[in-house]
T-cell receptor, first 116, second 109 residues
């Protein structure tokens, strides 16, 4: 599959569960991003990785733990979440540092997370 | 702190009517602005960015630094333009996008 893929597409978990969201990009990009889209808030940036290095943590609670093993894969590990964490989690990728600062971000389809 | 405001949650027009989706921003530096669109059951995708000065699917957007606006316009709306539109501002230092809350455009036949 081309572009940015995310798995699973839907996830329901309890507050004591541990789960992981996966993102993969097939675009040869070097930067990857996690965003959160809640029903009542605009799309919010969570984390930025450039060449596998985390360059941005937008004050995200530690119950969200990102991992970027290589430039093509990005994970978001979830642990002891709260019901208010229920949202659509979007992954994106772009060319990354060294290119135009306005390089385009390409988005995945998202994972719809429900925390019970 | 940077901010993007889209004052309209919903904009409903008839086919063939002009469309203007409003976007205002606040940013201390030189802004890089984008419009993203999400059609029904599709992923968020870039529509256009101000630096390219392009017209995509008949849409244009002009950066007005005096009014701190980046409104999206199309002279004649089509039904297939119905979608959710998001204005976004890039913080060039952080490479981070700040999104507005989005405007749903409904084009009626």
């Amino acid at each position: 599959e081309t572009g940015v893929t995310q798995t699973p597409r839907h996830l329901v978990m309890g507050m004591t569960n541990k789960k992981s969201l996966k993102c993969e990009q097939h675009l040869g990009h070097n930067a990857m991003y996690w965003y959160k889209q809640s029903a009542k808030k605009p799309l919010e940036l969570m984390f930025v990785y450039n060449f596998k290095e985390q360059t941005e943590n937008n004050s995200v609670p530690s119950r969200f733990s990102p991992e970027c093993p290589n430039s093509s894969h990005l994970f978001l590990h979830l642990h002891t979440l709260q019901p208010e964490d229920s949202a659509l989690y979007l992954c994106a990728s772009s060319q990354g540092a060294g290119t135009s600062v306005a390089d385009t971000q390409y988005f995945g389809p998202g994972t719809r997370l429900t925390v019970l | 702190a940077q901010r993007v405001t889209q004052p309209e949650k919903l904009l409903s027009v008839f086919k063939g009517a002009p469309v203007e989706l409003k976007c205002n921003y606040s940013y201390s530096g030189s802004p890089e602005l984008f419009w993203y669109v999400q059609y029904s059951r599709q992923r968020l995708q870039l529509l256009l960015r101000h630096i390219s000065r392009e017209s995509i699917k008949g849409f244009t957007a002009d950066l007005n630094k005096g009014e701190t606006s980046f409104h999206l316009k199309k002279p004649f709306a089509q039904e297939e333009d119905s979608a959710m539109y998001y204005c976004a501002l890039m913080d060039t230092g952080r490479r981070a996008l700040t999104f507005g809350s989005g405007t749903r455009l409904q084009v009626q036949p």
